[in-house]
C-alpha cells in the first residue's frame, strides 16, 4: 500500500505512537472480565469530561454511520417526523436515511458554504412539529461549523422534539458543550480528532433521549437499548473491541493531559495558519465567509488550472494527501484536515508548502 510522508485527509487520521500501543496486547473475552467493564466505565468518565455533559455515554464497536443510524431507528417510527437542519451532505443525509425507513422527514436547508440560521429554523419547527431534529456541528465535506448549537436546542425543546447532533468531526477540537446546548443524542466518531482507528463510536444520552427509545424499543444491532446499564450489569450486547477501548482510554486521557482548552487553542492556532498560508498562495477558501470555517478542517476550492484529480496526483507524488469530497462538491472542494495528531502547526506548514510548489 502507498504511504504518504505528510497526511493531512480529514479522518481517518494519523494514530499515535502511544495510542498505536493498545493493539499490542491479547487480551480475553470483554465480556467475561471485571478489568474490561472497569475500563469501559473509566473511559465513560472521562468523555463525560470532555463533552461536558453528564449523561448517559455508550460506546459502540463500529464507525460513526452506525450510530447516525442508530439515533434515527431508536427515537423514530415509521409515519413520525424528523425536522433536518441542513448545511451540508450529512445534514442532507439525516433525511435520507430517515426515509429509508418510512419516517416524515424535512429538510430546513442553508447553502453548503453557508450556516444555519436559528429563526428560519424555528419557524419550521413550529409548523412542522417534528419528533425529532438534527443537527450537524462539523460539516465535514464543507468546512464549516455550525455556531448556533445552544439556540438550536433551545428549538427542539420548545416543540418538545429531541434534539440530536452529529458531532463526529469537531468534539476535542472546538467549543462544545453537550448539557448546555440541550443535546439528547450527541455523536462522536474515533478517527477524527480522537486519533483512532475508525473503530468505536461514541454517543452521549440524555434521559429524555432514554424515555423516547425505550417507547419505540428498536432491536436491530444499532439498538442502545441493552446498553443502558453497560457496566453496572456486566453484560453487552456483543463481544466488544477490548484493544480500541484502552485506545480511546488512552486517547481521551491525552486531551485531558494537555487540557481541553489548550487542545482546542490548538485546532484554532492550526486552522488559522491553513488558511493564511492557502490566502497567501491564492487558494480560495469555500466558506461564504472566513468565520463560519471549522477549526478541524478547512475547505478550499480547486484552483481552476487544475482538475481535482490531477491535483491530487501531483500532491501525492510529493508526498501529500489531503481530501477530495462528495456529492456536488466532487471535484470542486479539496480539503485540509487539521484534527487530532493532525492538528501541527509544523505538519501544516509543511503540507501547505507542498501545495504552494505544485500550485505555482
Known sequence: MERYRIGLVPGPVSVPPEIRAAWDYDYASSDLEDEFFSLYNDTQELTRKI???????????????????ASLKCTLKPGEKLLAVSSGLFGEGFADMARTFGV????????????PDPEKVREHARKFQPKVITAVHCETPSGTLTPCLAELG??????????????????????????ACSIDIGLLGCQKVLSLT???????????????????????YESYNSWREVPAKHYMPYTHDWQAVNALNISLNMILREGVSEA????????ELCRALGRDMGLKLYPKHEEFCSPTVTAF????????????????????????NYGVLAGKVFRVGHMGSQADNDLVREGMSIIREVIA
Open 198 to 220: 475508525p473503530c468505536l463510536s461514541v454517543s452521549t444520552i440524555s434521559p429524555r433521549a432514554w424515555e423516547v427509545i425505550e417507547g419505540v424499543n428498536y432491536a436491530g
Open 51 to 69: 463533552l461536558r455533559t453528564q449523561n448517559d455515554i455508550v460506546i459502540t464497536s463500529g464507525e460513526a454511520m452506525s450510530i447516525l443510524w
Open 301 to 324: 476550492y480547486v484552483p481552476e488550472k487544475f482538475t481535482w484529480p490531477e491535483l491530487d496526483s501531483l500532491l501525492r507524488e510529493k508526498g501529500l494527501a489531503v481530501g477530495g
Open 104 to 115: 416524515n422527514a424535512e429538510v430546513c436547508a442553508f447553502d453548503y458554504d453557508d450556516v
Open 154 to 179: 433551545e428549538i427542539a425543546h420548545e416543540v418538545g422534539a429531541l434534539f440530536v447532533v452529529d458531532f463526529v468531526s469537531s468534539a476535542g477540537g472546538c467549543e462544545l458543550d453537550v448539557d
Open 264 to 271: 482546542v487553542t490548538r485546532h484554532k492556532n492550526a486552522a
